[in-house]
């Protein structure tokens, strides 16, 4: 399409699936796209730059309220780098605190034979309670944690595994017995 991307192409392009768009429309970090006569989606040229941008600012973990703060910031006609820059300065200090709490357990460990844990000792004993330099908000300080394998990286694991005919079952009993 000449003045603009149809969803299929704006997906295969991007990387981002059908979901996500609707999710940053509803956000606010993509604009609503204008519908053809048929209601199909039409996405401005500048949808895929826009997206890139998201991609990017999400692995060095931004959230998406921040990123939709910047896009408004840019959409305003502010240069939003400063407010970018104050952000990733934050991330860097919370990652920086986060991977000193990391090394003080590593660097503690030791037999826990005798120790009782809900779930890992060493973890419930030399974790404890991470002191945040920045003053994120609750929900930025949780975006700090590894990030999602993309499934088109890493494949997915909802695809369905082939069971070798040899192992199937037949008439309700098994055919390896």
């Known amino acids: 399409m000449k003045d603009g991307l149809l969803i299929g192409e704006v997906v295969t392009r991007s990387g981002t ?34 997206l890139a941008f998201v991609q990017q600012s999400r692995r060095l973990g931004l959230t998406l309220t921040e990123i939709q703060h910047i896009v408004a910031l840019r959409r305003a006609g502010a240069a939003p780098c400063p407010h970018v820059h104050k952000l990733l300065e934050r991330k860097a200090s919370d990652l920086a605190a986060l991977l000193k709490a990391v090394r003080r357990i590593l ?10 844990a809900a779930v890992c000792p060493h973890i419930e004993a030399n974790g404890g309670e991470i002191t945040w330099i920045g003053t994120l908000s609750p929900s930025a300080r949780r975006a700090t944690t590894v990030p999602k394998s993309s499934s088109k990286a890493t494949g997915s694991g909802s695809a369905k595994s082939r069971t070798p005919p040899s192992s199937r079952r037949t008439n309700g009993t098994s055919s390896l017995t």
């Open 17 to 50: 699936s059908r979901k996500a768009l609707r999710l940053y429309e509803a956000r606010g970090i993509l604009p609503p796209p204008r519908r053809t006569a048929a209601g199909y989606r039409v996405y401005p040229a500048n949808t895929l730059s826009v």
């Open 107 to 116: 660097t503690t460990w030791r037999s826990t034979d005798n120790h009782s």
